[in-house]
């Protein structure tokens, strides 16, 4: 074999060598940049479900406040009534009744609703007008009741005073007052109280107290 052929033969291997070196090294650059490119792209959406995430734990917890917000008592039930337009809020354990006189066809319509368990109670009624009689609310007590203590309480936001009547039985653990407001919006009047027995019965005053003036504080005026 001539040196021209060889020559020739090692020039064609040397840009075989060559040329597959550099198509070799386009493949691992094209490869190492589709990968960059893939996790790029996972990152991106790793980053995107974050932020989706974020966004729904965010909206979650703005729709849970909303709904605190809107509840003042959690877990209690709400009622409308639609004659004085107004709602109030009651435990589970109490129960609602109309004791208008006539009664109503639809309780959501009662010019005197009473929420109560053996414990406690809440009345609201129509504000009486000065020649209207008050049907709905306690007239008078016996000689045995006396002036109870002063004590605040809130109502639609607004905090009232009042003085009530009481009766009590401290060695038998006895307790019973009644107490009224007129919230300031005039549409009704609430009066309320207490019925308990300490010493046999499964409730304190204290507490029983505690509950009748959370449903107080739930009323609120609606149209």
């Known amino acids: 074999m001539s040196k021209k052929t060889i020559l020739i033969v090692v020039l064609i ?113 129509t504000a009486p007008g000065e020649n209207d009689p008050a049907t709905c609310f306690r007239t008078g007590v016996g000689a045995d009741w006396g002036q109870g203590p002063t004590e605040t309480l809130t109502a639609a936001g607004m905090e009232y005073t009042t003085t009530g009547m009481h009766t009590e039985a401290a060695s038998a653990g006895y307790y019973q007052d009644f107490l009224m407001i007129s919230p300031v919006d005039g549409r009704v009047k609430i009066e309320y109280g207490i019925d308990v027995n300490e010493k046999y019965g499964t409730i304190s005053k204290i507490d029983a107290k505690e509950i009748v003036h959370k449903i107080i504080a739930s009323y609120s005026p609606a149209e």
């Open 13 to 125: 291997i040397l840009g075989t060598l060559i040329l597959a070196s550099g198509s070799y090294a386009g493949y691992r650059l094209w490869k190492h940049n589709k990968e960059l490119k893939e996790q790029e792209k996972i990152s991106a959406e790793n980053e995107e479900s974050i932020e989706t995430d974020e966004e729904q734990i965010s909206a979650e917890s703005e729709q849970e406040t909303e709904t605190n917000d809107q509840t003042v008592n959690s877990g209690w039930l709400e009622y409308k009534n639609y004659l004085n337009k107004y709602l109030i809020e009651y435990p589970n354990e109490a129960k609602i009744s109309d004791i208008s006189d006539p009664a109503v066809l639809d309780i959501n319509y009662s010019n005197c609703l009473k929420i109560s368990t053996e414990n406690y109670y809440v009345l609201i009624g």
